[in-house]
């Protein structure tokens, strides 16, 4: 069910909600320090400081834990409808290198959404809103909605 079929007809505390249930059992996302700093329909931001335990054999920031933070990103944009929705293709292409230290933001919006398919841009930034990288995910909705059932209608703004 879409959204604009719930009572209510607000997508944003939709978003909000199905955001709370997944990272609630994200803990991938959780252990690596990202924060959700903004999410709506279709549309997520997270953010994460790479540590020492984040870095390559040429000191820079591991291109993986860009990668992470951008598919953390998408995930949390592509499930913002109460709709279980997974990553069916995902791409990045490294645009600079990141350093100890830097935080990093990935920006996650939806380009088209049809059917059980969605295409996802993800710019990832550093703290000096600089591009580091571009990711773009393709997700595939799959069986089954992300709140409870007995939840899904009420204001999820606790």
């Known amino acids: 069910?879409?959204?604009?079929?719930?009572?209510?007809?607000?997508?944003?505390?939709?978003a909000r909600a199905c955001a709370r249930e997944m990272w609630d059992d994200d803990n991938a996302s959780q252990?690596?320090?990202?924060?959700?700093?903004?999410?709506?329909?279709?549309?997520a931001t997270l953010s994460m400081e790479i540590t020492a335990f984040m870095t390559n054999?040429?000191?820079?920031?591991?291109g993986g834990y860009t990668f992470l933070l951008a598919d953390s990103a998408f995930a949390f944009a592509c499930n913002s409808y109460d709709q279980r929705t997974v990553a069916q293709h995902c791409s990045i292409t490294f645009i600079a290198p990141v350093g100890l230290g830097d935080r990093l933001t990935a920006t996650a919006r939806e380009?088209?959404?049809?059917?059980?398919?969605?295409?996802?841009?993800?710019?990832?930034?550093?703290?000096?809103?600089?591009?580091?990288?571009?990711f773009r995910g393709h997700s595939r909705t799959i069986q089954g909605?992300?709140?409870?059932?007995?939840?899904?209608?009420?204001d999820p703004g606790r």
């Open 31 to 43: 252990n690596l320090g990202m924060q959700i700093e903004a999410v709506g329909p279709g549309t």
């Open 145 to 154: 909605r992300l709140l409870p059932e007995a939840t899904a209608d009420v």
């Open 1 to 14: 069910m879409t959204a604009a079929a719930r009572p209510d007809g607000d997508a944003q505390a939709l």
């Open 111 to 134: 380009i088209q959404r049809e059917g059980r398919n969605g295409i996802y841009d993800i710019r990832v930034t550093n703290q000096r809103g600089e591009t580091v990288a571009e």
């Open 57 to 62: 054999g040429h000191g820079d920031g591991h």
